[in-house]
């Protein structure tokens, strides 16, 4: 069992940035995939962003080259670097994590989804003013 705690989210104007944190507890953090997603007010969890066990990556369309997902397994902690912000980035963010790791996994696309993940924090809210 993990649990993951976010943090980093504030108020920032469109085109700043935030580092948003994920950091893990319990469990063997380096065997598990972890993924970032968002909610925006009135609308489902999104995916946002997908890292690996060794690290590759995967974005949604909307933040390829705004957002950078990374992870640190020896502090155990997975980050969010968001760049060139914008309104419509506005939401809560949330970290999971996934035991998963097979071909059919990433193939399918179930890294992208909700129901991919085993695990949840509890979000942090990031509201982009413009």
């Known amino acids: 069992q993990v649990q993951l705690v976010e943090s980093g989210g504030g108020l920032v104007q469109a085109g700043g940035s935030l580092r948003l944190s994920c950091a893990a507890s319990?469990?063997?953090?380096?065997?598990?995939?972890m993924g970032w997603f968002r909610q925006a007010p009135g609308k489902e969890r999104e995916f946002v962003a997908h890292i690996t066990t060794s690290s590759s990556t995967y974005y949604a369309d909307s933040v390829k080259g705004r957002f950078t997902i990374s992870r640190d397994n020896d502090k155990r902690t997975v980050y969010l670097q968001i760049d060139s912000l914008k309104p419509e980035d506005t939401g809560i963010y949330y970290c999971?994590?996934?035991?998963?790791?097979?071909?059919?996994?990433?193939?399918?696309?179930?890294?992208?989804?909700?129901?991919?993940?085993?695990?949840w924090g509890q979000g942090t809210q990031v509201t982009v003013s413009s």
């Open positions: 319990g469990g063997t953090f380096r065997v598990y995939a």
């Open positions: 999971a994590a996934s035991v998963r790791s097979s071909f059919l996994y990433y193939r399918s696309g179930y890294h992208r989804t909700n129901s991919g993940y085993d695990y």
